[in-house]
Antibody, heavy 120, light 109 residues
Framework: QVQLVQSGAEVKKPGASVKVSCKAS????????MHWVRQAPGQGLEWMGR????????NYAQKFQGRVTMTRDTSISTAYMELSRLRSDDTAVYYC?????????????WGQGTLVTVSS | DIQMTQSPSTLSASVGDRVTITCRAS??????LAWYQQKPGKAPKLLIY???SLESGVPSRFSGSGSGTEFTLTISSLQPDDFATYYC???????????FGQGTKVEIK
């Protein structure tokens, strides 16, 4: 069965960077895009971008261009999302999510979420 | 970017009620729309894709309809497990960004 297991909660200071991991199992890692979605406390869902684990190619939401970097390590079936120059409003739960069918950007498979708290 | 607008933001209903949530897109997205259910502290759960296709394992009381710019999610007979927040999401391939509606919270009346 498809499983996405994310790294644990993080506390960061403003201006720092955070790197969240998402380890995939139960399917061919390079066969499906991996997306990142975040949710601030009490707020809605926000798509951040996606990575093609096969090629490493990325697409980022305009809002995060220049601050987000998505990478992958195919040898361990793990995707990463790094967000830099953190601000207090980056406090959120960050989810990885996998395409149901490659290239169709809706998601039946989600990680458990990683809480990132930005506080001085 | 394509903006998605859901209504209402909050909905109070009773067990057994028929519930309808509306989602409007700022431009046509054909049928490239998904619906999710989210409960507190949990990841979203896919209910509907391609506007009206029921995800495997999702109860048949959930249904979706619409195309172009206007879409609806209907719960035919609300059950206790259905009290949650619902989001629509567009995934039009011509739009580089995938956007969500702001959510509709279904509360107990």
């Amino acid at each position: 069965q498809v499983q996405l297991v994310q790294s644990g909660a993080e506390v960061k200071k403003p201006g720092a960077s955070v790197k969240v991991s998402c380890k995939a199992s139960g399917y061919t890692f390079t066969g499906y895009y991996m997306h990142w979605v975040r949710q601030a406390p009490g707020q809605g869902l926000e798509w951040m971008g996606r990575i093609n684990p096969n090629s490493g190619g990325t697409n980022y939401a305009q809002k995060f261009q220049g601050r987000v970097t998505m990478t992958r390590d195919t040898s361990i079936s793990t995707a990463y999302m790094e967000l830099s120059r953190l601000r207090s409003d980056d406090t959120a739960v960050y989810y990885c999510a996998r395409d149901v069918y490659s290239g169709y950007d809706y998601w039946a498979y989600w990680g458990q979420g990683t809480l990132v708290t930005v506080s001085s | 970017d394509i903006q998605m607008t859901q209504s209402p933001s909050t909905l109070s209903a009773s067990v057994g009620d028929r519930v309808t949530i509306t989602c409007r897109a700022s431009q046509s997205i054909s049928s490239w729309l998904a619906w999710y259910q989210q409960k507190p502290g949990k990841a979203p759960k896919l209910l509907i894709y391609k506007a009206s296709s029921l995800e495997s394992g999702v109860p048949s009381r959930f249904s979706g309809s619409g195309s172009g710019t206007e879409f609806t999610l209907t719960i035919s007979s609300l059950q206790p497990d259905d009290f949650a927040t619902y989001y629509c999401q567009q995934y039009n391939s011509y739009s580089p960004e995938k956007t969500f509606g702001q959510g509709t919270k279904v509360e107990i009346k």
